[in-house]
């Protein structure tokens, strides 16, 4: 299943096949993907009426001509995502004239809401603007990320150089397996080049040797096909782009397991195990309930079964004590008058 600890040779033989399968016939086209405004959702960090579930199912009914490739482009998702959710649906050909949810809303992983968060389990990367006040605003992205031989790091980062069309000078360990696997012994690839993996917009990191980018192959956000930087949809690292200053502090985290609240109710949502570090799954759900006060009102039932499924979709597990509800209307509220 793609995104769920896919071989190395594999990844590369889909690359190849992603590479060309645009020009080989297939419905959708670069042109299906304009650049699309920049949504940001309200939460609310409230001691007692906390509003960290963002967004909402996108429905979708699949076309002739469907990969779910195109899909997940189309509604802003991984490829990872939409094969955690629905493990069933064939990859290249989705029954024509079926239509599913797709799981366009996300639970905020636990950080410190301020600049980006990737959270490498779930292949998202969080934005959280400067703020003020109650209410705060986060914006969202999949990402493409390191390959299980060249691993996406842990740990705090800062934004330190953003460039247009960059020039990707090409480290020597990295060069060492373009001549061993391509016979390339380039050291450099020009900016704008189509075989730039840096796509047209990247942000150095004061991580060395990691960034977050756009890419060359599209098709490849939601797996882990790059050499530990961050990969956006061409049209997602443009705007990201944009808005983040030069400064900004960052973050990558590993949650697999993410819990918050919306409505008053309590929502946990299981990605994968991508690195296979041995995450210890019902350890991490107790320690955030039991740091949030939530142990008495969850249905242990729900949250097991979430556990095991590792769908990504965030799921209710209140028992019906529900929490006090007030800032999701807020939120609703603030959100309308904003449009």
Same mark, same amino acid.
């Given at each position: 299943?793609?995104?769920?600890?896919?071989?190395?040779?594999?990844?590369?033989? =889909?690359?190849?096949?992603?590479?060309?399968? *645009?020009?080989?016939? %297939?419905?959708?086209? &670069?042109?299906?993907?304009? $650049? +699309?405004?920049?949504?940001?959702?309200?939460?609310?960090?409230?001691?007692?009426?906390?509003?960290?579930?963002?967004?909402?199912?996108?429905?979708?009914?699949?076309?002739?001509?469907?990969?779910?490739?195109?899909?997940?482009?189309?509604?802003?998702?991984?490829?990872?995502?939409?094969?955690?959710?629905?493990?069933?649906?064939?990859?290249?050909?989705?029954?024509?004239?079926?239509?599913?949810?797709?799981?366009?809303?996300?639970?905020?992983?636990?950080?410190?809401?301020?600049?980006?968060?990737?959270?490498?389990?779930?292949?998202?990367?969080?934005?959280?603007?400067?703020?003020?006040?109650?209410?705060?605003?986060?914006?969202?992205?999949?990402?493409? =990320?390191?390959?299980?031989?060249?691993?996406? *790091?842990?740990?705090? %980062?800062?934004?330190? &150089?953003?460039?247009?069309? $960059? +020039?990707?000078?090409?480290?020597?360990?990295?060069?060492?397996?373009?001549?061993?696997?391509?016979?390339?012994?380039?050291?450099?690839?020009?900016?704008?080049?189509?075989?730039?993996?840096?796509?047209?917009?990247?942000?150095?990191?004061?991580?060395?040797?990691?960034?977050?980018?756009?890419?060359?192959?599209?098709?490849?956000?939601?797996?882990?096909?790059?050499?530990?930087?961050?990969?956006?949809?061409?049209?997602?690292?443009?705007?990201?782009?944009?808005?983040?200053?030069?400064?900004?502090?960052?973050?990558?985290?590993?949650?697999?397991?993410?819990?918050?609240?919306?409505?008053?109710?309590?929502?946990?949502?299981?990605?994968?195990?991508?690195?296979?570090?041995?995450?210890?799954?019902?350890?991490?759900?107790?320690?955030?309930?039991?740091?949030?006060?939530?142990?008495?009102?969850?249905?242990?039932?729900?949250?097991?079964?979430?556990?095991?499924?590792?769908?990504?979709?965030?799921?209710?597990?209140?028992?019906?004590?529900?929490?006090?509800?007030?800032?999701?209307?807020?939120?609703?509220?603030?959100?309308?008058?904003?449009?």
């Amino acid at each position: 299943m793609v995104g769920r600890g896919i071989g190395l040779a594999a990844c590369r033989l =889909l690359a190849a096949v992603l590479l060309v399968a *645009p020009q080989a016939g %297939f419905a959708w086209q &670069e042109s299906d993907f304009p $650049p +699309r405004p920049v949504k940001a959702y309200f939460f609310s960090l409230d001691e007692h009426d906390r509003s960290t579930l963002i967004g909402a199912p996108s429905s979708y009914t699949f076309a002739k001509g469907d990969t779910l490739y195109d899909v997940a482009r189309h509604l802003g998702l991984g490829i990872n995502a939409i094969t955690e959710a629905f493990p069933a649906l064939d990859v290249w050909l989705p029954a024509q004239g079926t239509t599913l949810e797709f799981p366009t809303s996300w639970l905020l992983p636990d950080s410190d809401y301020d600049g980006i968060v990737v959270n490498i389990p779930e292949m998202r990367v969080y934005y959280f603007p400067k703020h003020r006040g109650r209410l705060q605003t986060v914006i969202t992205y999949a990402v493409g =990320l390191g390959r299980d031989d060249w691993r996406t *790091p842990t740990g705090r %980062f800062t934004v330190t &150089e953003k460039t247009v069309d $960059p +020039r990707w000078v090409i480290p020597e360990s990295i060069r060492a397996e373009h001549i061993r696997d391509r016979r390339d012994p380039r050291k450099a690839i020009a900016g704008g080049d189509p075989g730039n993996p840096l796509g047209h917009y990247r942000m150095r990191l004061s991580l060395p040797l990691y960034g977050i980018h756009g890419t060359n192959i599209p098709w490849g956000v939601g797996m882990q096909v790059s050499h530990g930087c961050v990969r956006l949809y061409p049209e997602d690292i443009k705007a990201l782009f944009a808005i983040v200053p030069v400064g900004t502090p960052g973050e990558f985290v590993y949650q697999p397991v993410k819990i918050g609240a919306r409505d008053g109710d309590i929502y946990v949502e299981v990605h994968a195990d991508i690195y296979q570090v041995g995450f210890d799954y019902m350890e991490a759900a107790k320690r955030q309930l039991e740091n949030d006060q939530w142990s008495a009102l969850v249905d242990w039932e729900p949250l097991t079964a979430a556990l095991r499924s590792k769908s990504g979709v965030p799921t209710r597990i209140s028992q019906g004590k529900p929490l006090r509800a007030g800032s999701a209307a807020i939120v609703r509220s603030v959100a309308q008058a904003g449009r």
